[in-house]
Nanobody, 115 residues
Framework: QVQLVESGGGLVQAGGSLRLSCAAS????????MGWFRQSPGKEREPVAS??????NYADSVRGRFTISRDNAKNTVYLQMNSLKPEETAVYYC??????????WGQGTQVTVSS
């Protein structure tokens, strides 16, 4: 069973940067499509970025500021977030497509952007 553990969240001022990490247990990590979602209070969970074996995709709201990457040797996916905005305060979740699309989720990490 694959487990995902996020880290790297915290408090940052508007305009600042954070890098989130998501460590995956188990084998076959390199074949998984990985994604980051976020959920703000009172809002639905929304996709932020995803990466498969060859391409990455971004929500329009973060394109150019966020970068998703992966290190298959470390079974880890990253989300580098730059120029953060207060409205991006949310719990950020890592997800993996193990047997079906985004069927495995981490516990989430809180990102708070102060104005």
């Amino acid at each position: 069973q694959v487990q995902l553990v996020e880290s790297g969240g915290g408090l940052v001022q508007a305009g600042g940067s954070l890098r989130l990490s998501c460590a995956a247990s188990g084998r076959a990590f390199s074949g998984f499509t990985m994604g980051w979602f976020r959920q703000s209070p009172g809002k639905e969970r929304e996709p932020v970025a995803s990466i498969n074996t060859s391409t990455s995709n971004y929500a329009d709201s973060v394109r150019g500021r966020f970068t998703i990457s992966r290190d298959n040797a470390k079974n880890t996916v990253y989300l580098q977030m730059n120029s953060l905005k207060p409205e991006e305060t949310a719990v950020y979740y890592c997800t993996a497509s193990v047997r079906s699309r985004y069927d495995t989720w981490g516990q989430g990490t809180q990102v708070t952007v102060s104005s």
